[in-house]
């Protein structure tokens, strides 16, 4: 391939970026905190689960640019000659981990879409789960469609934008919950955060793995090194890059998160993140 049409540190970066923040950071939250019940130890396993990914990322690194061959887990397999290995991870992959994946993601669209269209439509709760799928799957069949065409026309340019509405749309939390903190005063639910933090093994193992879900998608770059310019350099400038504005961004929407809503408030709710928007606006 021509190097100048492969990807810079900038691309890299943000490729990986946009892969890591998905529906993730709006759907876990409220599963770590009703695992772990407190503010503190929450926000504590959002930092280790960035270092966990920070490690793995260290040892992908190696692989990546010591073996350069398109597939990441499948290409790494197949180089220590383990076929059939290689050949049940990616059935097992095709057919059970990827399609759940994209499952979850898009059932959390459908979920988010109509709990905006519920502020400006009366929808019957009976027809929310319904309407909620419908969603789903239409984003499941844009999503098919595009991908019957080259990356360049359809598919790259629908992950740029996805990519910036999800970063606008976590900014956009971000900066309402730390007005209501620095400018508003409101730090009433931060004051304790500590207060009734759950330390058994159990509640730590299943907040650290909604919390690693949340950080999936960090060796994105090592399914295509080959397509990365100077990949010695830029593929560990990338990831660790990547990774870090991802996790500066996943605590300060938690901690935006909390200064609005109290601990019970996000446990309870299904889509955190349209919750403190409307619980903010009430108030005012």
């Known amino acids: 391939m021509d190097e100048s049409n492969k990807m810079g540190f900038l691309g890299a970066t943000s490729y990986v970026i946009g892969n890591i923040i998905g529906s993730g950071i709006f759907i876990t939250p409220a599963s770590i905190l009703r695992n772990v019940d407190s503010i503190g130890l929450s926000l504590l396993i959002w930092v280790l689960c960035a270092v966990i990914a920070i490690l793995g990322a260290i040892c992908y690194i190696e692989l990546g640019t010591s073996i350069r061959e398109a597939g990441c887990d499948f290409a790494y397999i197949c180089y220590v000659k383990w076929y059939s290995i290689a050949f049940a991870f990616m059935w097992v992959s095709v057919l059970m981990t990827y399609p759940a994946t994209i499952a979850i993601c898009a059932e959390t669209f459908g979920q988010y879409l109509i709990e905006g269209l519920k502020q400006y439509y009366e929808i019957d709760e009976a027809l929310v789960p319904t309407c909620q799928k419908l969603f789903a799957y239409s984003l499941l069949f844009l999503v098919t469609w595009m991908n019957f065409f080259e990356l360049s026309k359809f598919a790259a340019r629908f992950q740029i934008l ?21 400018v508003k005063g409101w730090h009433g639910y931060l004051e304790n955060p500590m207060q009734g933090s759950k330390y058994g093994t159990g509640n730590l193992i299943l907040g650290f793995y909604g919390g690693l879900w949340a950080f999936s998608g960090w060796d994105v770059l090592n399914y295509s090194t080959g397509e990365i310019k100077h990949p010695k350099r830029n593929v560990p400038f990338a990831l660790l890059t990547g990774i870090s504005v991802v996790t500066a961004i996943y605590v300060a929407i938690n901690v935006a998160y909390f200064v609005v809503l109290d601990v019970e408030s996000v446990k309870q709710s299904d889509a955190v993140a349209a919750v403190p928007f409307l619980k903010a606006l009430l108030i005012q």
């Open 162 to 182: 996805a990519t910036v509405a999800k970063l606008f749309s976590c900014l956009l939390i971000i900066g309402t919950g730390f007005y209501f903190y620095f």
